[in-house]
């Protein structure tokens, strides 16, 4: 059964810092990894898809790598902002073909920029 | 700019009441979900289908019950509403092949 493990659970940092975000996973067998986005009591929002034959995917300020041999993905967000304050989850399908969306999520991140 | 909606956004009910939580997209997805997200939890995927008169239950155990009539419309229905389903119900709908998972709004619903 997967599992998927995010660290650290909280970050506060001040405005302006690059920072990391760590997610791992217990089978490597993944065929895509998705980082989202999930504001105070709203739906989430779809930041990266990472396809299991890519090593990265950049969108902005927002890098995230997989390496699905250790079963490990990281979210590097650069020059963070107030705005970024969010809670970042990362998840994994089920299996491939149509369990594409069947996600396994970790418990997420909560970060918070302060100006 | 969200495609897929969820009404209503909050909903406080009694014990014992018949809910209807509804869930539309207009981007022709044939793949749906619905998934429960309690305060600070992971969210788990209690229902899914994969185009019309298509159902299944996902890995959490839910005494809901859904209906894929038509592709833009995915409702959840509880027949007798109960305080331990009170959660945050999350819908998403996705495209062909490995395509970003699209969510709703969600719906929160307090049961008393």
């Known amino acids: 059964k997967q599992e998927v493990t995010q660290i650290p659970a909280a970050l506060s940092v001040p405005e302006g810092e690059n920072l990391v975000l760590n997610c791992s996973f217990t089978?490597?067998?993944?065929?895509?990894l998705q980082w989202f986005r999930q504001d105070p009591g709203k739906g989430l929002t779809s930041l990266l898809l990472?396809?299991?034959?890519?090593r990265e995917q950049t969108s902005g300020r927002l890098n995230a790598s997989l390496d699905k041999s250790s079963g490990r993905s990281t979210l590097y967000i650069a020059a963070s902002q107030p705005g970024d304050s969010a809670t970042y989850l990362c998840?994994?399908?089920?299996?491939?073909?149509?369990?594409?969306?069947?996600?396994?999520f970790g418990q997420g991140t909560i970060l918070t920029v302060h100006p | 700019e969200a495609d897929i909606y969820q009404t209503p956004r909050y909903l406080v009910i009694g014990t014992g009441k018949k809910i209807t939580l509804e869930c539309s997209q207009t981007?022709?997805?044939?793949?749906m979900y619905w998934y429960q997200q309690d305060p600070g939890m992971e969210l788990h995927l209690i229902h899914y289908?994969?185009?019309?008169?298509?159902?299944e239950k996902g890995d959490l155990s839910s005494e809901s019950t859904v209906s894929r009539i038509r592709t833009e419309h995915f409702p959840l229905t509880l027949e007798s509403a109960r305080p331990s389903h009170t959660s945050q119900y999350l819908c998403a709908s996705m495209g062909q092949g490995a395509s970003p998972l699209h969510f709703g709004n969600g719906t929160r619903l307090t049961v008393t």
């Open positions: 990472i396809q299991s034959s890519q």
């Open positions: 289908s994969y185009g019309v008169n298509s159902t």
């Open positions: 089978d490597s067998a993944i065929y895509n």
């Open positions: 981007m022709g997805h044939d793949k």
């Open positions: 998840a994994v399908p089920g299996g491939g073909g149509t369990s594409y969306g069947k996600l396994t």
